[in-house]
């Protein structure tokens, strides 16, 4: 992995458009993922695997989401389920821990300002 902070909300978390496309209306959207062609060990870690295997695995998995159709629709279905683990819209498990983490935050700060008292 190229990057030594955690990721920031703006560049890992796009919104997801709110209309749906014509291949929303088609099908799912993972039969049109790049990673359906790809091996599935790529996207997920085997079991004691050194952390420089690791990375570089993960590495190998960003480049193809990279090039998919539908990375913000992966990203947000790991989001959202949430997925425990793997590579899933570009983002490790632990990637989508630090966004869902600013998420949290974001909306409890931006609630507890419309409280009103009576």
Known sequence: ???SSPPQESQWSPAVPAQRSSRDLAGPWHSEA???RDEAGLFFAPSQEPTAARLSRE???KAVCARCPVLLEC???A???PEPYGVWG???AAERRVVLSRRRRREAT?????TRVA
């Open 1 to 3: 992995m190229l990057q």
């Open 34 to 36: 790049a990673c359906r």
């Open 59 to 61: 590495q190998a998995a």
């Open 75 to 77: 990203r947000e279905h």
């Open 79 to 81: 989001l959202l389920q």
């Open 90 to 92: 570009g983002l490790t």
């Open 110 to 114: 931006s609630g507890s300002g419309t």
